[in-house]
């Protein structure tokens, strides 16, 4: 949740460049480049049915959209893509999705 006037301040979700995919992210750090804090909360229930709607990237035309908008995620964004999200441990890995801990190197 958002108040009104921290989503008109940051200029809400951008569908110009972000049609599908990715607008909830950039619209997150683009509160937290004005200085704002995305919070967690396990008590909130809440549902995302993601693609459930737009289907399958089964096409020229949406894998080409889906290019596009990672290329511009990785122009506009690039300083936290470089650094890494500020919250997730550096203990973990990034080389997998299963948040498993870092080989350490020898």
């Given at each position: 949740?958002?108040?009104?006037?921290?989503?008109?301040?940051?200029?809400?979700?951008?569908?110009?460049?972000?049609?599908?995919?990715?607008?909830?992210?950039?619209?997150?750090?683009?509160?937290?480049?004005?200085?704002?804090?995305?919070?967690y909360t396990p008590y909130?229930?809440?549902?995302h049915h993601?693609?459930?709607?737009?289907?399958?990237?089964?096409?020229?035309?949406?894998?080409?959209?889906?290019?596009?908008?990672?290329?511009?995620?990785?122009?506009?964004?690039?300083?936290?893509?470089?650094?890494?999200?500020?919250?997730?441990?550096?203990?973990?890995?990034?080389?997998?999705?299963?948040?498993?801990?870092?080989?350490?190197?020898?």
């Amino acid at each position: 949740m958002v108040k009104k006037s921290l989503y008109e301040t940051v200029g809400g979700l951008n569908e110009t460049d972000l049609a599908i995919a990715f607008n909830d992210v950039d619209f997150c750090l683009r509160l937290r480049e004005a200085g704002y804090l995305n919070v967690y909360t396990p008590y909130c229930e809440a549902y995302h049915h993601e693609s459930i709607s737009r289907g399958h990237e089964n096409t020229v035309e949406k894998q080409k959209r889906f290019q596009n908008e990672v290329h511009f995620m990785q122009k506009r964004h690039k300083t936290i893509l470089a650094d890494g999200d500020p919250y997730y441990n550096p203990n973990l890995t990034l080389d997998r999705e299963d948040f498993s801990l870092k080989v350490p190197s020898t």
